[in-house]
Structures are given as structure tokens and as C-alpha cells.
């Protein structure tokens, strides 16, 4: 099972990007799916998530100007960002709890590889 994330670049602030991301590989199911990001000097934080359930949770710094989707039918989560920072900027990953299978089930963490994003003043 693999993540496999693309849509980062550079930007303007102000600008907008979309950010996709594709789990594939032996997959049963998916429970949640979000994205983290870590800039450089900094932890890696939490930005938006997605349970199976279509409920949502954004960090407070993204609120109103990011959004979070997911179209089951392709494993794949989008990241929607509006109104760039240049504190966004930074390497973006996906994050997925998936049951995958077979021959053997079991739920796992998967990470994708990131993406960079780069926001200019």
C-alpha cells in the first residue's frame, strides 16, 4: 500500500493550490485520510483530516482558507488551499489508516513521500 501525493509548487500569496493524493496497492478500506505539513526548523503538525464518516477537522492556522475532500470511489484526498501564506510554506504529506488485505488484515499507518509548497510575499 502506497500514498502517492502530487499539486505543490510555488505561489503567490494570496494564490491558491490543490493538493492531491492516492492511496493504492491491497486496500479493503479506508478510515481517515488527512494531510500534516513541516516546515523547515519545525514539527510536523496536523493541517486537515477526513474520517470515514465525512466528518472534518482543520488546524486553527488554515480555518476558512483550506479544504479537505475525498472521493472514495478513487482512494484519493484533496487539499484545497486558498489565500496563501508564506507561512504555509512547506513539505506537505498525506496521511491515511487503511485495512488492507489480503491474504493477511490488518490496519496500517501509511505516509506519502511529501510535497513541497512554496508561498512568496
Known amino acids: 500500500v502506497e500514498l502517492v501525493e502530487s499539486g505543490g509548487g510555488k505561489v503567490q500569496a494570496g494564490g491558491s493550490l490543490r493538493l492531491s493524493c492516492r492511496a493504492s496497492?491491497?486496500?479493503?478500506?479506508?478510515?481517515?485520510m488527512g494531510w500534516y505539513r513541516q516546515a523547515p526548523g519545525k514539527q510536523r503538525e496536523l493541517v486537515a483530516a477526513s474520517t470515514s464518516g465525512s466528518s472534518t477537522n482543520y488546524a486553527d492556522s488554515v480555518k476558512g482558507r483550506f479544504s479537505i475532500s475525498r472521493d472514495n470511489t478513487k482512494n484519493t484526498v484533496y487539499l484545497q488551499m486558498n489565500s496563501l501564506k508564506p507561512e504555509d510554506t512547506a513539505v506537505y504529506y498525506c496521511?491515511?489508516?487503511?485495512?488492507?488485505?489480503?491474504?493477511?488484515?490488518?490496519?496500517?499507518?501509511?505516509w506519502g513521500q511529501g510535497t513541497l509548497v512554496t508561498v512568496s510575499s
Open positions: 496497492g491491497s486496500i479493503v478500506s479506508i478510515n481517515a
Open positions: 496521511n491515511a489508516d487503511i485495512l488492507r488485505g489480503p491474504p493477511t488484515f490488518r490496519n496500517i499507518e501509511v
